[in-house]
């Protein structure tokens, strides 16, 4: 529904020209603007940026994180006017609630700065999230595909190289079922990544695929894998089942801090929207692992050769 909850004056004066949302002086004030916000506000909506996760609202997803809400929970309702009023938030022409980016927010700025909170304390131990769906829409293409892709992979894979931006940059690559780098299979990857994604700024995407029907593995072990390899961001996408088998795979990516970074999308059968129910953070243990980063590096070495020889 729209923002119907707000008045026509409220609306009028947040309705916001769209700002640089890369800009240094812009990233500034978000943090002055997201200090300001109550303290209920604050916990719960730094909780979601910091995670990547939603809970109580209607949301679709832009693939470079903007996230407008739809509709949400009573609830919510409050945090929703706060976020207005603050101008975290502003309206579209639609009527619903944007926010700029918010999902990307945590890898821009530093939260620490705007959040009152010590790592370790916003999610409890064994603590169920139940995180609302947020949906990204494919763009439709005139391009006919003459192939039909019984391959799940290779669908998805054919299907996001309509995208020109996704995460963070604009696409440059979509690999399928990579199993290494380099000419003389330089890196070798101990999980082969499904789809792997280069985006201009050279960060690389890594995806695995699974139909959980088909297999009794979740894909757990692969996203550790793809960190560990140095891959900047870690997604596994499900084949959609049902809501709760879907809550448990969040949970227990949410449980295990090693994977916690990863990101969490089911696609139904016919796929022209992916379903993301946690949004990717950029991989932390880059941060705490040298031998990680030497790996990083010398896939960055190869990275840069392939896009400049294309």
């Known amino acids: 529904m729209p923002f119907d909850k707000v008045s026509k004056s409220t609306k009028e004066i947040n309705q916001l020209i769209t700002p640089d949302y890369g800009n240094h002086d812009y990233l500034i004030k978000l943090i002055n603007k997201i200090s300001k916000l109550s303290p209920d506000t604050k916990a719960v909506f730094c909780k979601w940026v910091k995670y990547g996760f939603m809970e109580g609202v209607q949301a679709e997803i832009l693939p470079m994180g903007t996230v407008i809400i739809t509709d949400w929970s009573s609830e919510i309702d409050p945090m929703i006017h706060d976020l207005i009023n603050n101008k ?12 700029p980016q918010m999902m990307a927010l945590a890898d821009q700025i530093n939260l620490d700065l705007a959040c009152d909170f010590d790592d370790g304390h916003l999610i409890i131990d064994e603590e169920v999230i139940y995180p609302s769906p947020m949906i990204m829409r494919l763009p439709h293409s005139k391009e006919v595909i003459e192939e039909p892709y019984d391959d799940l992979t290779r669908l998805l894979a054919s299907n996001m190289k309509k995208l020109d931006y996704y995460l963070n940059g604009k696409i440059m690559h979509v690999g399928i079922n990579v199993k290494s780098l380099g000419i003389m299979n330089t890196i070798v990857f101990k999980n082969p990544i499904d789809v792997l994604i280069i985006t201009n700024n050279k960060y690389l995407i890594a995806h695995k695929v ?3 029907s088909k297999t009794v593995h979740r894909g757990l072990s692969a996203l550790e894998s793809y960190l560990m390899d140095g891959m900047d961001y870690a997604i596994l996408i499900h ?3 049902y809501y709760e088998a879907h809550v448990e795979t969040f949970n227990k990516i949410m449980n295990r801090p090693y994977i916690r970074d990863s990101g969490f999308a089911v696609v139904p059968n016919e796929l022209d929207y992916i379903i993301f129910f946690k949004w990717p953070r950029y991989n932390t243990i880059m941060s705490k692992s040298q031998s990680v980063v030497s790996r990083r ?8 050769f392939m896009l400049n020889a294309r």
């Open 88 to 99: 975290v938030a502003t309206l579209n022409n639609d009527g619903f609630v944007e926010i």
């Open 210 to 212: 699974l139909d959980p």
């Open 239 to 241: 084949r959609y089942t």
């Open 297 to 304: 590096s010398l896939i960055s070495g190869i990275v840069n």
